[in-house]
């Protein structure tokens, strides 16, 4: 049993991830997965250095994700090449982890945790998929407040994804995240109790 989830930059993935894992869901994260194809050694990286420069390399030879991060949420058409080479090897570590998972654990639900699902045109491999929403304003504020970002740095990051609104739209379960952590816990009960994973 498995599900997507999904969600904005700064929506509250993490933290409905934790109340699913608190009630004893599997979980695979794709930003852990992300960071591990970029660390230095992996060919991830080396295809990304020499799209990008050596001087997207801190000199410790690990990647600068400030630099890069500033190239590529100001220009589409880079951070499109960057997604060309990321997000296949991704893509095929997040399916072995949760094939694996799941193999191993048939009667848990495997929860993958991917915030460019739709974008990436993932919903098929899930029975549902999960959106954690809020509207953009409170997203904005608590991703410059996380990330201490100026309000254009984070409105590049919310820009580069697809609108949150459509996500909403497109879930099949929606887990409201604008009020309290009391509020989510609570939505979070109510779908673990429903959904007869216990
Ligand atoms: C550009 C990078 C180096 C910036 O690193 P940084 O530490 O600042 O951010 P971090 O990796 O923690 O990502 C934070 C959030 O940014 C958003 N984000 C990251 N990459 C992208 C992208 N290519 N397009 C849109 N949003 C993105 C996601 O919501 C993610 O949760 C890094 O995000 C990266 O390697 N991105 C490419 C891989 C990727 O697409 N990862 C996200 C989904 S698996
Ligand atoms: N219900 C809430 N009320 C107030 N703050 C919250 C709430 N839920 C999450 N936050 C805060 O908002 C920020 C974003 O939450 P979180 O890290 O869970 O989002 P995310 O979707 O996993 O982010 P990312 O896309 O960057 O991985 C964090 O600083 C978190 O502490």
């Known amino acids: 049993m498995n599900i997507g989830l999904t969600g904005g930059i700064a929506t509250g993935k993490s933290t409905v991830s934790a109340l699913l894992v608190g009630k004893g869901a599997l979980l695979v994260d794709a930003d852990v997965i992300a960071r591990e194809v970029m660390l230095p050694g992996h060919p991830v ?3 990304v250095v020499g799209h990008f420069g050596q001087a997207v390399l801190l ?6 994700r400030k630099k890069l991060g500033d190239i590529v949420f100001r220009d589409p058409s880079q951070r499109q090449a960057l997604n060309d080479i990321t997000h296949p090897a991704i893509r095929r570590e997040i ?8 193999r191993k654990n048939p009667d848990k639900l495997v929860v993958v945790d991917i915030p460019l699902l ?11 998929v999960m959106v954690v929403y809020t509207p953009r304003v409170i997203q904005l504020e608590r991703l410059m407040d996380r990330n201490q ?3 254009n740095e ?3 990051r919310i820009g580069s994804q697809m609108d949150i609104e459509e ?3 497109k879930a099949d379960i929606v887990i409201d995240n604008s009020g309290n952590a009391e509020q989510t816990k609570r939505q979070i009960d109510e779908f673990w109790l429903r959904s007869g994973y216990i």
Not at 59 to 64: C, F, N, R
Not at 95 to 102: F, G, I, V
Not at 118 to 128: A, P, V
Request: no cysteine; glycine share 6%.
């Open 95 to 102: 399916r072995e982890q949760m094939e694996s998972l799941e």
């Open 154 to 156: 984070a409105s590049a």
């Open 59 to 64: 000199a410790d030879g690990t990647l600068d």
């Open 149 to 151: 970002m100026t309000k």
């Open 45 to 47: 990286l080396e295809a």
């Open 167 to 169: 996500k909403k739209l």
């Open 118 to 128: 739709f974008e990436s045109g993932l919903e098929h491999m899930f029975e549902r």
